[in-house]
Every structure is written in structure tokens, then in C-alpha cells.
């Protein structure tokens, strides 16, 4: 079972939408548990299953700006170190992905509305604001995220439980 939902918004805490980061929380973090609660049963009775969340560097790392996304994210990582504890007597694993910035629409937003913000071009907000913490100066590819999902729930992952999969371009190596 694979979870992967993200939504952005970005303001200060000050002026965050109460309304705005109560359904930020809603989809990234009660939405996952509700299908979580629902499968484990019968991955119990299997004695086996893979809970795969898609989380982010924002599940390990914080930025200015999002605190919703980041709070929903570092939620997410908790649930699912608690999955990986409940599961592991019925075979169950539970882990995390953490990409950085991925090539995705949700990204693609994100660049266009800083650009637009700060009066620099796209390329410069990839470089100078989403890539400036990062060692390999790129995004990360949407294949990249779903080759670490497939070997999380592939037979190859059976101990790995409770951990997470970092795939940041050495964005947290700081």
C-alpha cells in the first residue's frame, strides 16, 4: 500500500489559512492513516505487507513557509514508524520515501509562482532557491521516487521497517 498525496501553501505562520492547514493535515497526514487503518487487517492475516509514504525532505527537514506541509510531513514519518512497530510481529514493514524536489507539477507550480515572486527567471529559482542546499544540483525524477517504492515493497526490503529512504540530491547532508 502506497501513499502519495501532496498539496503546497506558502505564507508565514502569522498569516498561514487556518482553514488551508487544517485541509493540508486532512489529506497528507489523517488520509493516510484512515487507508493505513483500513488494510492492516488483512495484511495481518496474510502475515505480510509493504505500507510504503511517500513523505519529503520536509518530513526530516524544515523550511520557512511551510509549516503546514511540513507538519503534515513530519506526522506522516511518526505513523509510520508506529505502522513499522504494530506491524513487525505479522511481517508487516512500514518506511518512508523522502525525495526532495521532484519534477512534478506540484513543483513545476512552485517554480513558476517564485519566479514570479522574487522577479528572477525559472531556471534561477531551481538553482538559487530550490537546489541551493543541495550537493547534485538537479531534480529528482519521478522514476527515481518509483524505483524506491518498488524496492520497498519488493522481498529484497523484508528488515527494512521503520526507516526512511532519502532521495534529496544531499539536500540534508547539511
Not at 508487516?92 to 528572477?120: E, F, K
Request: hydrophobic fraction near 45%; aromatic fraction near 6%.
Amino acid at each position: 500500500m502506497v501513499n502519495c498525496a501532496g498539496i503546497q501553501q506558502v505564507a508565514p505562520v502569522h498569516e498561514f489559512d487556518p482553514a488551508k492547514f487544517s485541509l493540508m493535515l486532512r489529506i497528507m497526514l489523517e488520509a493516510p492513516f484512515r487507508i493505513i487503518r483500513k488494510v492492516l487487517p488483512a495484511m495481518y492475516a496474510q502475515r505480510w505487507g509493504r505500507v510504503v509514504n511517500i513523505s519529503s525532505v520536509h518530513g526530516l527537514r524544515a523550511s520557512e513557509f511551510k509549516s503546514a506541509y511540513v507538519a503534515a510531513k513530519h506526522g506522516l514519518e511518526g505513523l509510520s514508524k508506529v505502522v513499522a512497530l504494530e506491524g513487525g510481529p505479522y511481517g508487516v514493514t512500514s518506511n518512508c520515501v523522502n525525495p526532495g524536489y521532484v519534477r512534478t507539477p506540484l513543483v513545476d507550480r512552485q517554480i513558476a509562482d517564485q519566479a514570479r515572486a522574487h522577479h528572477i527567471t525559472e531556471p534561477e529559482v531551481v538553482d538559487s532557491v530550490l537546489l541551493e542546499s543541495a550537493a547534485l544540483k538537479r531534480l529528482v525524477e519521478p522514476e527515481e521516487v518509483a524505483e524506491a517504492v518498488a524496492f520497498l515493497c519488493g522481498p529484497q526490503a523484508a528488515a527494512m521497517t521503520g526507516t526512511d529512504m532519502v532521495i534529496d540530491g544531499g539536500w540534508t547532508a547539511r
